[in-house]
């Protein structure tokens, strides 16, 4: 798999069961109730681009720096 779609869930947390998708290029989030990033975000080593929404973007800004250094970060509209 080389995307999912988990936008718009209310999901406050990721499975970390998500590290075993090796191949996974591409993951939206936006649109969650997430309160902490999600630290299995940082272990999917295929990862190019995460989808976040502005509200993601602005209380994650600490974390998503870390992974601007080695992947491209997508912003959603909402």
């Known amino acids: 798999m080389e995307y999912i779609g988990l936008m718009g ?5 990721l499975p970390d ?3 075993s998708l ?3 290029e591409h993951i939206n989030i936006s ?3 997430f ?4 630290n299995v975000i940082f272990h999917l080593p295929s990862l190019q681009y995460i989808t976040l929404d502005r509200e ?3 209380i994650f800004k600490k974390e998503i720096r870390k992974l601007e250094n080695n992947r491209v970060i ?3 509209a909402k």
């Open 9 to 13: 869930n209310k999901l406050e947390t």
């Open 17 to 19: 069961s998500l590290v």
């Open 22 to 24: 090796k191949r996974l």
């Open 31 to 33: 649109n969650n109730s």
């Open 35 to 38: 309160i902490h990033f999600p």
């Open 56 to 58: 993601q973007n602005r």
């Open 74 to 76: 997508n912003h959603s």
